[in-house]
């Protein structure tokens, strides 16, 4: 079975600095998708970034980035210029990519237990 | 697009009610997801369906716990007979099956309280 570990139950950041948020997976599969979702105290739950395990390029968006280090089964969130908005929890997710019997190919999240960020002024 | 719906956004029942909750998935999304959420537990998937057929349900706690897909833009989760241990928010999730990268959209999800 695979499993998500979050380390760091709770983290700050003084505003637009930069933050790393860790997160490691137990996996035997080859073919699987990571995530890092985010929720504000809304409860929405957001897509932040996401990474194929067969590329090896890391994922960027704007100012979050990632640091994927598949034999290590590890996937670090960097966040740069932390704003205000962006306190939140974060979840890493992991998705094993599967082929159902009516052809499809996506599976399930399974998330680590989060990290809380906050970010202050 | 109006997203994931869920209703209601807050449950508050007593122990022994039925309870249930409802979800219409984004348009053309053929991915349908259920996940509670508790402190102790965290974020776990309860069942998903694929073109509304159930593909995983080893999620779903006991016999107390049903789901159903009658159509492609409805899903209902229920709870009969509701118990303290079955609060939580539970969030249901859709995806499509090609250009998203395999991106579940959440829906702001239904906080249950049972008494």
């Known amino acids: 079975a695979q499993t998500v570990t979050q380390s760091q139950p709770e983290m700050s950041v003084q505003e637009a600095e930069t933050v790393t948020l860790s997160c490691t997976y137990d996996?035997?599969?080859?073919?699987?998708?990571l995530f890092w979702y985010k929720q504000p105290p809304s409860r929405q739950m957001i897509l932040v970034i996401r990474?194929?395990?067969?590329?090896?390029q890391n994922a960027t968006e704007n100012r979050f980035s990632v640091n994927f280090q598949k034999a290590a089964k590890s996937f670090s969130l960097k966040i740069s210029d932390s704003q205000l908005g962006d306190t939140a929890m974060y979840f890493c997710?992991?998705?094993?990519?599967?082929?159902?019997?009516?052809?499809?190919?996506?599976?399930?999240?399974?998330f680590g237990k989060g990290t809380k960020l906050s970010v202050k002024p | 697009d109006a997203g994931v719906i869920q209703s209601p956004r807050h449950e508050v029942t007593e122990m022994g009610q039925e309870v249930t909750l409802r979800c219409k998935p984004i348009?053309?999304?053929?991915?349908l997801f259920w996940y509670r959420q508790t402190m102790m537990r965290g974020l776990e998937l309860l069942i998903y369906f694929n073109n509304n057929v159930p593909i995983d349900d080893s999620g779903m706690p006991e016999d107390r716990f049903s789901a159903k897909m009658p159509n492609a833009s409805f899903s209902t989760l229920k709870i009969q007979p509701s118990e303290p241990r079955d609060s939580a928010v539970y969030f249901c999730?859709?995806?499509?099956?090609?250009?998203?990268?395999?991106?579940?959209?959440f829906g702001p999800g239904t906080r249950l309280t049972v008494t």
């Open positions: 348009s053309g999304h053929d991915y």
């Open positions: 999730a859709s995806s499509p099956s090609a250009g998203s990268g395999y991106e579940q959209y």
């Open positions: 990474q194929e395990a067969y590329k090896q």
């Open positions: 997710a992991f998705m094993k990519h599967i082929v159902n019997y009516y052809g499809g190919s996506q599976g399930n999240l399974i």
């Open positions: 996996t035997s599969e080859n073919n699987y998708y």
